[in-house]
């Protein structure tokens, strides 16, 4: 039996649930499953991830020598993922918290809805330009060295990420219209054992017109998909390149051949490793929502059963949220010199350790390797500040959520 909707004031409709089923209660509330799956794991997400990137914006700032062109970029991925955390991860625990029920918007209304479907959408649309800005950064490092260098300027960073941020404003506000009409609904639950504790209102959040959720899913699918081709290609053509060099400083026979290998290995271990995590967390949600548009509009079910399908589509969610929590442990697992950093800054140990791990940070000899191959690694900040050190390549970024799903639109 469904739920039976009545216009009444003060409420803009009126939700009669003390006949529902099981299935019809499931959308008003959270049940077990969706507890243990969402916010459990949100809340473990959520910490390992302001931890982690909020310890990798204190290296930055406190270590000199990471003060580079490659670490901009990545302060400003940290700061995207930040707000997909802070969407996806804090807002839907504070919701659960206080309020016991899915609910959007409940106390702002319209704005509401339209603030927070922009917002959560800007940190993913934002990161995804930044890994393709920062794969083409490092495809013109490695393949194109004495180009690169006469264009990897402070300047020209920052206007690029200022055009990164740019897009993601954009690409968020072609959100506003799928979830900018609010409707608060009062509920007159079942009597009795756990439904005596719930609020008796809830908001919700829809599109202006029923064709906007099919425009943003198409618009959502773009640059991933088109980010997915793009990276694929450089880091093809990358590894192909670090490879050559790398036969090559072998034969030299060496300690600046040897060093080279050492550089080169961590480099393709980067790239690698953060090209792995970065389409394995994103790509499960981008197909899923795509096969549940295409079901849609073709009236045909994706899933027979509904709870099967809450848990596959949250479960693609949280991969995504994921992303945004790992990037400072892939940092520190595939790159020695962030693992150096992060000993220097946070490390337990005597001073003499410390500043063991602040001399190594930049090796004796690395200056002369990057002076000899600035596609490999970056020079560090000369006087002048125009220049960068650290041969890490990043590729990572991240989307967002809505606690509530549309059965034609998969929000993040």
């Not at 300027?153 to 993601?168: E, I, P």
């Not at 618009?219 to 997915?228: D, E, G, N």
Request: hydrophobic share 45%.
């Amino acid at each position: 039996m469904g739920a039976n909707v009545q216009t009444i004031s003060p409420c803009d409709a009126h939700v009669n649930l003390t006949d529902a089923d099981e299935e019809t209660l499931s959308q008003w509330m959270y049940s077990d499953t969706r507890i243990q799956i969402s916010i459990a794991s949100r809340s473990i997400i959520l910490v390992v991830g302001v931890v982690g990137n909020g310890a990798f914006l204190i290296v930055i700032a406190r270590v000199r020598s990471m003060h580079t062109l490659v670490n901009f970029y990545l302060v400003n991925l940290a700061l995207a993922d930040g707000l997909v955390l802070l969407q996806h991860a804090a807002v839907p625990i504070i919701n659960y918290s206080l309020l016991g029920i899915p609910s959007d918007g409940n106390l702002l209304g319209s704005p509401g809805c339209m603030v927070t479907q922009f917002f959560n959408y800007l940190g993913y649309f934002t990161s995804i330009f930044l890994v393709c800005l920062m794969s083409t950064e490092r495809y013109l490092a490695v393949c194109h060295p004495l180009r690169h260098l006469s264009i990897n300027t402070k300047s020209r960073a920052s206007k690029l990420v200022a055009c990164a941020w740019a897009l993601g404003i954009l690409l968020s506000a072609c959100a506003i219209p799928v979830n900018a009409v609010y409707t608060k609904y009062c509920i007159q639950w079942p009597e009795g054992g756990r439904y005596d504790s719930l609020p008796t209102s809830a908001g919700r959040c829809a599109p202006t017109v029923d064709w906007a959720s099919y425009a943003f899913d198409t618009i959502h699918a773009v640059p991933f998909f088109s980010a997915l081709v793009c990276n694929a290609l450089f880091f093809i053509k990358i590894v192909r390149n670090l490879r050559r060099r790398q036969a090559i400083d072998r034969g030299r026979g060496s300690l600046q051949g040897r060093r080279m290998v050492h550089i080169t290995h961590q480099v393709t271990k980067m790239l690698a490793a953060n090209a792995v995590v970065f389409f394995i967390c994103h790509a499960p949600f981008q197909f899923l929502s795509l096969c549940i548009l295409v079901s849609t509009l073709a009236s045909l079910p994706l899933f027979a059963d509904p709870v099967v399908q809450g848990i596959v589509v949250t479960t693609s969610r949280i991969l995504v949220y994921v992303n945004s929590a790992i990037n400072p442990i892939i940092y520190n697992a595939t790159n020695s010199r962030y693992r150096r950093a992060f000993i220097r800054v946070f490390a337990c140990s005597s001073p003499a350790r410390r500043e063991a791990a602040h001399s190594t940070i930049m090796a004796p000899g690395d200056a002369t390797i990057v002076a000899t191959d600035r596609s490999v690694e970056d020079r560090l900040d000369d006087d002048k500040g125009g220049q960068t050190s650290n041969g890490s390549l990043l590729l990572n970024g991240t989307p967002s959520d809505g606690v509530s799903q549309r059965s034609h639109h998969t929000k993040l």
